[in-house]
């Protein structure tokens, strides 16, 4: 029985050991992309990998719908700063009055998701866009992740 234990211990030490040079290797290895920001009023496309959504997206696998709103923009860009700043998993990096970029760590690995949104006063829509800095598939991480805000932002007064 004891040499069980052993066993026991020393797998769950090792795992322990293990994982914390990886998940800093994760957060290290994922530099912020060169694409970020609006150019001429549109989010870069996002890859052919199925670990990005865009409100700008023209593929099913990679649309989403913008977030409709009622009232001025300053008003909307107020909500959703308040969601990102009450999720511990986001931190706004860069804004501007029309524009805001957060950057999403997943729990266990912290894998780095770029989440962008543009306000569009003339439309009174927010258009936003979720991808992946790392790996192939986020098993729709992103989407759910801007259903959630989206949800949020309609429930909130």
């Known amino acids: 029985m004891s040499r069980l234990l052993k066993i026991l211990a020393f797998l769950t030490i090792g795992s322990v050991v293990a994982f914390f040079p990886l998940r800093w290797l994760i957060e290290r290895s994922s530099p912020p992309p060169d694409n970020l920001g609006m150019v001429d009023g549109r ?29 001025d923009t300053s008003t909307a860009y107020a909500k959703i700063l308040a969601i990102l700043e009450a999720d511990d998993s986001i931190t706004v990096i860069s804004q501007t009055s029309t524009y805001i970029h957060a950057e999403a760590r997943s729990g266990l690995w912290k894998f780095i998701d770029d ?43």
Not at 43 to 71: K, M, R, W
Request: charged share 20%; hydrophobic share 35%.
């Open 43 to 71: 989010f870069a496309p996002c890859p052919d990998s199925p670990n990005c959504v865009s409100t700008q997206a023209t593929t099913e696998l990679h649309g989403i719908e913008p977030i409709a709103y009622d009232g």
């Open 115 to 157: 989440v962008e949104f543009q306000f569009n006063d003339a439309e009174s829509i927010i258009q936003f866009r979720s991808a992946s800095r790392l790996g192939y598939s986020d098993l729709d991480a992103n989407r759910q992740r801007m259903e959630n805000i989206r949800n949020a932002f309609m429930a909130s007064p």
